[in-house]
């Protein structure tokens, strides 16, 4: 899996900003990577990049169309089809992270063969994953853990590993899910993965290290989230956290996807979160608090804060919004 | 799916009696089922049933073999193919749960193809199920969950849909694994499902029912089991049990193939168990404790039974050695 850059970010139909969160994600930590977006009618997410045709990108040079944008179910539509199929005559491969795969698409298929283009499924194991064994190895992890899916996780291990890496420390990103990976060019994606191998994969994905490297977990679901709670059971097990990273947005009024679940609280999820990691790392502690508030002003934000850190007793920040550089000194 | 009976249960080279637990399963709750036992040297484990060859089985009238034993991993050696193929030969279809597939096999399907017979590969799934919408259906559901893996899940509900139904009660035994399948012809392979679509294929398997109807969920893993509590997890939030059936073994020393791991206590599991389901059922309830004292005397099994029930104030009992009935009268 090696992705021909620049990338043109394809948009679609996103009904929402939180839609299109795979295309913001490599935006935010691969900004020079993307030469446009393009965007369908009646789309309502935009990354702030110029919008492009694709004639217009492939003028400009993008080799890849990265599909940014995540449909509940993953569904491929015929009026992306069209763009997609635009873009592979132009001569851009195609990469996406969706349930429903490229690679299974008759129309797709036939367009990648005739201009010799690629189509890129990352949602997609390419290894066969090992059941986990459970024995502790050598190195540190962190792992992100959210009240809620969608809440900031994946931008939180990012944070952390931007700032490690700037103070010279041994830190990578894990990438679990399909944003993480078109980002990284790496990793599991581990939604995809067969229930009894999940937790062998986050093993794999995290293995014996130097003792002072530290790998950045990208965290999955939510155990309060009923749809995908067991995924991050499996993340918790398999990544073995030395720290776990409690993720939260404020301003949900119901599980993502849920809306007859409320929210829970990080008051309830620490304990909750911290008795499981202890099951398989007795040494586990719950380091800080990463806040999403992209919803609230910097004033409300930094109330919600200073209120929560009080509260925790633990360093809260939002990783985007302040940097992850308290975070990282927790550790 | 639709296997033809009798079988001839295939035990292979059992290291011990829990690897044969598929074979023990059919035997224990479809005893009419299987004519017989096909052993490799070196088997530890046996059924009480009549040892044969495949010759003598299909003599009496074997239509499938059914392989009862269950490895790690899952592979199918060159030993067992031989043992295959030779029921493939005699006219009987070959029936197995295992991560390796029969179809997978190259042999096995030549000689399939050759003789006319079916392979059927239980473990797969053979529909697409749907991500979970953790909406409340109507109907009860009670679900077991253990301590460790292979501690009486599958046996408990088993039993106690007997109890319910000699009582005329409306009750399903709702299978979650290949032994169960194999009993009932019916059920999910939640451990071979993809990790986003377990939940769901849990809902699926428990749709709303009649108010009085209710469906036996059989448990898999542990929610203190490395490997696999992401899969216990699905179940429990999936299922959104209105009761809870805490099952253990007192005897075992360490987690099922986790040597470094020991085995928590019923008073572990409880209240963690109880939390996490009552996030989709605020209503579920701890009604019993179900113990398999199979490695205990009977006066051993009394006093640990007795002292359980008096601690947990909860009815304890084997239900494969002494009944259901107190853990249907729980409900």
């Known amino acids: 899996m090696s992705l021909s850059q620049p990338y043109l970010l394809f948009l679609g139909d996103a009904p929402d900003a939180l839609a299109a969160k795979v295309a913001q994600g490599v935006k935010d930590w691969r900004p020079e990577a993307s030469v446009g977006q393009f965007r369908l009618p009646g789309c309502n997410a935009d990354m702030g990049l110029p919008d492009m045709s694709v ?47 490229l690679r299974d698409q008759t129309e797709l298929g036939a367009a990648a063969a005739g201009s010799g283009q690629s189509l890129y499924d990352v949602r997609l194991p390419t290894v066969h994953y090992p059941i986990a064994d459970g024995k502790r190895r ?32 041994n830190a990578d990103f894990r990438a679990t899910g399909q944003t993480g990976i078109l980002i990284t060019g790496d990793g599991v994606p581990l939604d995809a993965v067969v229930a009894d191998f999940m ?45 776990l990273v409690l993720c939260h947005e404020p301003t949900r009024t119901h599980m993502r996807g849920l809306p007859h679940y409320p929210v829970l609280s990080l008051d309830d999820l620490r304990p909750l979160a911290l008795q499981l990691a202890q099951i398989v790392n007795p040494d586990c502690r719950v380091t800080g608090c990463a806040i999403n508030t992209a919803a609230l002003s910097e004033a409300e934000a930094e109330a919600y804060l200073a209120e929560t850190e009080a509260r925790m007793g633990l360093p809260c920040v939002d990783p985007f919004r302040h940097g992850a550089g308290r975070l990282v000194d927790a550790l």
């Open 138 to 169: 050598s190195g540190k992890r962190v792992l992100a853990v959210g009240t809620d899916c969608s809440c900031g996780k994946m931008y939180t291990t990012l944070a952390m590993e931007k700032e490690m890496r700037a103070r010279g420390m």
């Open 199 to 243: 937790a062998g994969a986050v093993e794999s994905l995290t293995p014996a290290n130097d003792d002072d490297h530290w790998d950045l977990i990208e965290g999955q679901g939510s155990l309060f989230h009923a749809s995908y709670s067991g995924v991050t059971m499996a993340l918790i097990h398999g990544g073995q956290p030395d720290a």
């Open 55 to 101: 004639a217009e990108a492939a003028a400009v040079g993008a080799k890849t169309l990265v599909i940014g944008v995540a449909n509940r179910g993953g569904v491929i539509s015929d009026a992306w089809k069209e763009v997609l199929i635009e873009a592979l005559n132009a001569g851009m491969d195609v990469a996406a992270g969706l349930h429903a795969l």
